[in-house]
């Protein structure tokens, strides 16, 4: 799997009473934290990414394809969002193995490739267990079973740790810093937690009203001479 940017290029989306406007460039095979208040427009970013919704100008390109009109299922994204990844009805086994096959008509290589991919995240021998049956630690383990069994570029992350304790979150961020290690995916996570950008993302892009305001690297972010509004947003949480 090759590495590839994804590029939001002078890019407008509206819903009824919003109007956001992006133009950046998240790094080829790197972790980018999004981070802003709520409501900035983070979730629409990576919506607009992922092709849940149409930019009304603008394009979406990922490495040299122009995705813009391409449908969610055409892309070569896969979007882990905070709960509700998986089919209640569905075992875990199924549900990871949905990432290859939506009919999940499986061969027998992807079957081993499933229980690799659960073995991977450390969920060997629970294949036949129901998401009910499964802490929400797990669940996003499956979750990301079936990011690895979809093997594509782009890892779309919508808080997907927000639910979990701080141990528990920890264990999952070197989880995914791990497997984006191996697989050189080009990932951008969103989060409202500073120390989880700190720990697992090289670079940051801080949202705003609608907006870019800022974009960089993550140390620089943190340091006294960080972009101002960045500092302000986290010196307000911290109250
Ligand atoms: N389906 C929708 N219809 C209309 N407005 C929407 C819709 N989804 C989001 N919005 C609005 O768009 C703006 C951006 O929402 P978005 O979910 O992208 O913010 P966010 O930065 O992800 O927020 P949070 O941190 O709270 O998840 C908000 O003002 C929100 O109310």
Known sequence: MT????????????YADTMVRFDVTFAPGEITAIMGPSGAGKST??????????????QVLIGDMDVTSAPPADRPVSMVFQE???FAHLDIASNVGLGRSPALRLSATDKQDVATALARV???????RLPR????GERQRVALARVLVRDRPILLLDEPFASLGPALRDDMLELLA?????????VLFVTHQPEDARKLAENMVFVEGGRVAAAGKTADFFKSSGPEAFRHYIGNERQ
């Open 84 to 86: 509700n990844n998986l």
């Open 133 to 136: 049956e499964l802490s929400g």
């Open 45 to 58: 970013l990576l919506n607009l990414v992922a092709g849940f919704e149409t930019p009304r100008e603008g």
């Open 3 to 14: 590495s590839a940017a994804v590029h939001l290029d002078q890019l407008v989306f509206s």
């Open 178 to 186: 791990s497997v984006q290690a191996e697989r050189g995916m080009t």
């Open 122 to 128: 450390g969920l060997a021998g629970m294949e036949h």
